[in-house]
């Protein structure tokens, strides 16, 4: 995975753990793609205090991921769950009962709708 989605990945599962300035930082950082310098003039500290902010944060939020996994249990949930939905369109296909294929259709429609809730 790419370091900047991993790291935004975190942000998002963990970021309401964080103080309300940690917070802030990072969302300035990931949200609005602000560099340190930017958040430093915004937040009136130092660019080097942003710099520390964010390591902290992130060293922070990977220790959340490591005890509770929440990131990998969602990506794996993900990969099941297309993998579901690739399975549902092969039957689809091989269908022939019209009335059956729309039935799955319907299912297909809520796994997508599951699959992007989440």
């Known amino acids: 995975m790419e370091k900047?989605?991993?790291e935004q990945y975190l942000f998002d599962f963990y970021g309401e753990l964080l103080?309300?300035?940690q917070?802030?930082?990072l969302e300035y950082y990931y949200?609005?793609?602000y560099s340190l310098a930017e958040i430093a003039e915004?937040?009136?500290v130092t660019r080097q205090g942003i710099f520390d902010v964010i390591k902290r944060s992130k060293a922070m939020m990977e220790a959340y991921e490591e005890k509770l996994g929440l990131i990998a249990k969602f990506l794996k949930?993900?990969?099941l769950l297309e993998e579901i939905e690739k399975e549902l369109l092969d039957c689809v296909d091989q269908e022939k009962d019209e009335q059956l294929k729309s039935e799955l259709m319907l299912v297909v429609e809520k796994l997508k709708n599951v699959s992007e809730e989440n």
């Open 4 to 6: 900047k989605v991993g």
């Open 19 to 21: 103080t309300a300035k």
């Open 23 to 25: 917070k802030q930082i």
């Open 31 to 33: 949200d609005d793609d």
């Open 42 to 44: 915004v937040m009136a």
């Open 77 to 79: 949930s993900q990969v």
